[in-house]
C-alpha cells in the first residue's frame, strides 16, 4: 500500500506546481517518467522536466 500513497503525494505535489499540464508530461516520452527516487522527492521530477509549457 506504500506505494500507492508515495504516487498519491508525487501526482498531489506535482499538480501544485503545475497543474494537470505538468503531470501529463510524464506520459510523453518514456524518459520523462519519474525514477523511484523522484516519486519519493517530488521536486526532484518538477526540477528535471521544469515548469508545464503553456500555449499562447
Known amino acids: 500500500m506504500a ?6 503525494r508525487f ?4 499538480e501544485n506546481v503545475g497543474g494537470p499540464e505538468l503531470l501529463n508530461r510524464a ?10 527516487v523522484e ?4 521536486s526532484l521530477w518538477i526540477a528535471r522536466l521544469g515548469p508545464a509549457v503553456t500555449a499562447a
Open 11 to 14: 501526482i498531489e505535489a506535482v
Open 27 to 36: 506520459f510523453e516520452d518514456p524518459l520523462h517518467l519519474p525514477t523511484l
Open 3 to 8: 506505494q500507492y500513497e508515495q504516487g498519491e
Open 39 to 42: 516519486i519519493r522527492d517530488p
